[in-house]
């Protein structure tokens, strides 16, 4: 009899053939073009997957191809859990629309995916991606459009769809590109439900973005990421979910703490009727190289709306850059707006090339009064630093 989860067992077993194991253990078929069939004693993982599967405590994984989690399909892992992924970007996990995954940490055991080389570097794998049925503004009528890596398919029109559990989780050395235009993330939420928890993950030494919502109407909390290549929090396609305790920390190769788009500037707002992102920021903390090394900290664009309360900004040439005609008419409408908020080592406040006609005042309530996110209080035992 095989068992309704995906066990990978460290024990014996004989039987190598799907259908053949006579040990409740579950085989794991790898979908890699040649259909090869992996020993279900290994601690070896990737393909996609014919039944659940259940990563344990206390086991370290290795994540040799692309891991899929189809429609009906659950992938568990429970705290503790270290998966080590080889070298490149075709080296993912990806749970599908209708998939689940149910990755629960804790702060003093959290699940950790990292690179498997002895001498890690940002871009050494790809990351974790997770397609959902939510709507996004790339397509009409509630479509769906297709992922840059693995072209798989997202969004939709339920808001509340569900994608499963990601708590007290740690994504290292991700980011790995197939090519210019497709390029992977830490974590990449593409078109993912509200009825998903998110909550305490890290993405950590990423070479593109550390954590990006391609639309969708999530929420995520206790975000920390440090040391990403690119943008650390990057939004687009009509993004409308709430994120609170927000971390970012720049080293010495980076691009924004924050990209904000409307759309997707590739593809065109072809929603139906249009809409624009429109998240939620609350308790944000973004930590510079000083105002001589920097650029801009947030950068809003492509009509994004977004509502940011409790900000604190160090060490950035600009903080807030606004760009295009449209993000400006969101500040005009009081779409886009930040409440509380504090400059350090920060020389200009705001920029803004959108055309629009506002002042700071117009923008800015209560300079001075930001505290951030109280990162030492959420952060500890799980995160690197």
Not at 21 to 27: G, R
Not at 185 to 197: A, E, I, K, L
Not at 244 to 263: C, M, P
Not at 292 to 318: K, P
């Amino acid at each position: 009899m095989k068992t309704n989860k995906f066990l990978l067992s460290l024990f014996a077993a004989t039987a190598l053939f799907v259908g053949c194991a006579d040990d409740d253990t579950a085989d794991v078929t790898i979908n890699n073009g040649g259909g090869e069939i992996v020993n279900p004693t290994s601690n070896v993982i990737g393909g996609t997957l014919t039944e659940d599967l259940e990563l344990v405590t206390g086991v370290e994984y290795s994540l040799e191809s692309a891991l899929i989690v189809p429609e009906g399909f659950t992938l568990t892992i429970n705290p503790g859990v270290v998966v080590r992924a080889s070298t490149g970007s075709d080296v993912y996990v990806a749970v599908l629309q209708g998939g689940t995954i149910n990755a629960e940490g804790t702060s003093s055991n959290p699940i950790v995916f990292t690179s498997n080389s002895s001498t890690p570097n940002p871009g050494d794998w790809g990351g974790l991606i997770v397609l959902g049925r939510a709507p996004i503004n790339s397509v009409v009528n509630g479509g769906s459009s297709t992922s840059e890596i693995g072209q798989l398919p997202y969004g939709g029109s339920d808001a509340a769809d569900d994608s499963g559990i990601i708590r007290y989780v740690r994504i290292e050395y991700s980011g790995g590109a197939a090519d210019a235009a497709s390029e992977n993330n830490g974590f990449s939420f593409y078109g993912v439900g509200n009825g998903t928890t998110i909550e305490f993950i890290q993405a950590f030494e990423g070479a593109d973005d550390g954590v990006e919502f391609f639309g969708g109407t999530v929420n995520a909390s206790n975000i920390s990421v440090v040391g990403s290549q690119d943008d650390s929090i990057d939004w687009t396609e009509g993004f409308t979910g709430t994120l609170t305790d927000v971390y970012v920390e720049h080293r010495q190769s980076h691009d924004k703490g924050i990209e904000g788009d409307g759309f997707n500037t590739d593809i065109g707002n072809n929603s139906n009727p249009v809409f624009w992102s429109a998240p939620t920021i609350n308790n944000l903390t973004i930590v510079g190289l000083g105002s001589s090394n920097e650029t801009e900290a947030i950068r809003l664009r492509a009509g994004t709306r977004a509502v940011f309360t409790n900000v604190l900004i160090d060490g950035f040439e600009e903080a807030y850059d606004l760009d295009d005609d449209e993000t400006g008419v969101g500040v005009l409408n009081g779409d886009t707006s930040v409440t509380d908020v504090t400059f350090t080592d920060v020389i200009l406040n705001l920029k803004n090339d959108t055309n629009a006609t506002f002042t700071d005042a117009d923008f800015f309530t209560g300079i001075g009064n930001g505290t951030g996110t109280d990162y030492p209080s959420w952060s500890s035992g799980w995160t690197r630093n």
